[in-house]
C-alpha cells in the first residue's frame, strides 16, 4: 500500500502500486513518503492536520517521494508505447547548382 495525495480532491488515498491518476477525479496524485502502517496509527485529528499539510505545495513537496523504479512498471511501459508514433522524416533534395566561373584540368 503507497500514499498518495491529490491536489484537486485534497484527499490522501491509499492505493496498492504506484499510482499517476487519482481514482476519483482522475487528476494527477503525489506519491507520499509517508508509510501505509504510520497514516493508519494516526488518529483522526492528526490525519486532517497531515492532509492540511499536504495541501500546501512547499509542504507536498517536503512530503512527496518520486517512485524510482516506475521506468519499469507496466504503466509506463504502456504510456511509451502509447505516444510512440512513427515520425516521418521528409528532406528537399537540392539540385546542385551549375558553377560558373569553373576551369577544368584535362
Known amino acids: 500500500m503507497y ?8 484527499r490522501v488515498h491509499m ?3 504506484h499510482k499517476q491518476f487519482c481514482p476519483k477525479c482522475q487528476g494527477l496524485i503525489t506519491e507520499l513518503k509517508l508509510s501505509y ?3 493508519v496509527s494516526m488518529n483522526q485529528a492528526q ?3 497531515f492532509s492540511i499539510c ?7 513537496k517536503k512530503l512527496s517521494t518520486t517512485y524510482r523504479m516506475y521506468k519499469y512498471s507496466k ?8 505516444l510512440a508514433q512513427p515520425v516521418i522524416h521528409s528532406y ?3 539540385e546542385p547548382a551549375p558553377v560558373e566561373n569553373a576551369v ?3
Open 75 to 82: 504503466w509506463y511501459k504502456e504510456l511509451q508505447r502509447q
Open 54 to 60: 499536504c495541501a500546501d505545495d512547499e509542504q507536498l
Open 92 to 94: 528537399t533534395a537540392l
Open 104 to 106: 577544368s584540368i584535362v
Open 3 to 10: 500514499m498518495h495525495y491529490c491536489k484537486r480532491c485534497q
Open 47 to 49: 490525519r486532517v492536520s
Open 15 to 17: 492505493l496498492n502500486g
Open 37 to 39: 502502517l504510520d497514516y
